[in-house]
């Protein structure tokens, strides 16, 4: 995803590390995000400056992980920065027990870019919610934080979008607690 917006509805997701990457604005809605390797990153989000218009936002989604994964729970981050204006929301989501307490890594040990970062969270679920571990530079985002990675208020005018395929029921569910490795999209 270099530039421009993009919006992905009910689609499945599968990667190693930082398999979701790029300048974009992205928009992710009711998608099924599956690690298949542990002790990786999910997005490797990059803005060039603070009014760089990109970011990911996940709303509604299944964040999980595949049977390749193995048993290393709890190693898989969310995402880390590729620059230090990254931008990425999780809300509304499911994030299962591959996801780290930490949630969040920085780029490296040499150059975090964490700085002015903005890694948010806001009413997921899960074995790998939000937990007091998290990484100092994520936030939990409160109703009013969150208000602007709205599907419109992120991307703008929705005028483009089939909005019938958009609101289609995926076919598995998003708060499924039971072990994510058995479900399949």
């Given at each position: 995803m270099?530039?421009g917006?993009?919006?992905f509805?009910?689609?499945?997701?599968e990667?190693s590390?930082?398999?979701?990457?790029?300048?974009?604005?992205?928009?992710f809605?009711?998608?099924?995000?599956?690690s298949?390797?542990?002790?990786a990153?999910?997005?490797?989000?990059?803005?060039?400056?603070s009014?760089?218009a990109?970011g990911?936002?996940?709303?509604?989604c299944?964040?999980?992980y595949?049977?390749?994964?193995?048993?290393s729970f709890g190693?898989?981050?969310?995402?880390?920065?590729?620059s230090q204006?990254?931008?990425?929301?999780y809300?509304?989501?499911?994030?299962?027990k591959?996801?780290?307490?930490?949630?969040?890594?920085?780029?490296?040990?040499?150059?975090?870019?964490?700085?002015?970062?903005?890694f948010?969270?806001?009413?997921?679920?899960?074995?790998?919610?939000w937990?007091?571990?998290?990484a100092s530079?994520?936030?939990?985002?409160?109703?009013?934080e969150?208000?602007?990675?709205?599907l419109?208020?992120f991307?703008?005018s929705?005028?483009w979008l089939?909005?019938k395929?958009?609101?289609?029921a995926p076919?598995?569910?998003?708060?499924d607690?039971?072990s994510?490795?058995?479900?399949?999209?």
């Amino acid at each position: 995803m270099n530039q421009g917006v993009q919006v992905f509805s009910n689609s499945y997701i599968e990667g190693s590390v930082d398999f979701i990457w790029g300048y974009s604005k992205a928009y992710f809605h009711q998608c099924y995000i599956a690690s298949n390797t542990p002790n990786a990153y999910i997005t490797a989000q990059n803005r060039k400056t603070s009014s760089w218009a990109g970011g990911f936002i996940f709303d509604t989604c299944l964040v999980t992980y595949t049977d390749s994964y193995g048993s290393s729970f709890g190693s898989t981050s969310l995402g880390r920065p590729w620059s230090q204006y990254a931008l990425v929301v999780y809300k509304n989501s499911y994030l299962d027990k591959h996801i780290s307490a930490a949630g969040w890594a920085v780029w490296s040990s040499s150059t975090p870019q964490t700085s002015d970062v903005l890694f948010g969270e806001f009413n997921n679920t899960g074995p790998g919610n939000w937990t007091s571990s998290r990484a100092s530079f994520a936030k939990e985002l409160t109703e009013s934080e969150v208000a602007p990675y709205s599907l419109g208020s992120f991307i703008g005018s929705t005028s483009w979008l089939d909005m019938k395929a958009y609101n289609y029921a995926p076919s598995y569910t998003i708060g499924d607690s039971t072990s994510s490795s058995t479900t399949t999209p």
